[in-house]
């Protein structure tokens, strides 16, 4: 009997649902620990959760590219490693970018994002000009938007399947 091949886009769609919803998970997980504080200029709980996420994002490609090179008689040549890992990153990536954007909506006061930039930097809206501090408000008003912060998620999580993809397609591959 003959095994069944994988298609880039089946193995695309199962393994970016599941980097969707353990994207969403962690970032349920981060909020309810008060790690994704963005008004807090301390950059070391940052940075932690940022690796653990790059992490979990190569992983799963990873995963996701060992199951099709596995199910395609264990062969895969560089591009096709890398259109699947780019197909988990796009599916991944527009559930990333619906759930920023449902969380940058609820839970982020761009008001908020203002006094700690303003903190970080030392620089008070009061001491800055008229002028200055109108462009700085409309500046972060314009960043810290759900839909700005979603299409940002999105892009990252490209630009990552792109640069993860090409690695994890780098070692898995075999064949041509």
Known sequence: ????????MSTGIRYGALLGVATIA????????????MTNTDVSGSLIISIVQYLMVFGILYLGLKYYRDNNEGLMTFGEGLSTAMFIALISGIIYAVATYIYAANFIDPNDLMDAVAESTGEDMEDMDEEAAEMMSGMMNAFASPAFMSITAFIMRIFGGLIFGSIASMILKKGD
Do not use: I, P, R
């Open 26 to 37: 962690f970032m349920a997980l981060s909020h309810f620990l008060g790690f994704s504080d």
């Open 1 to 8: 009997m003959e095994e069944k091949q994988v298609t880039s």
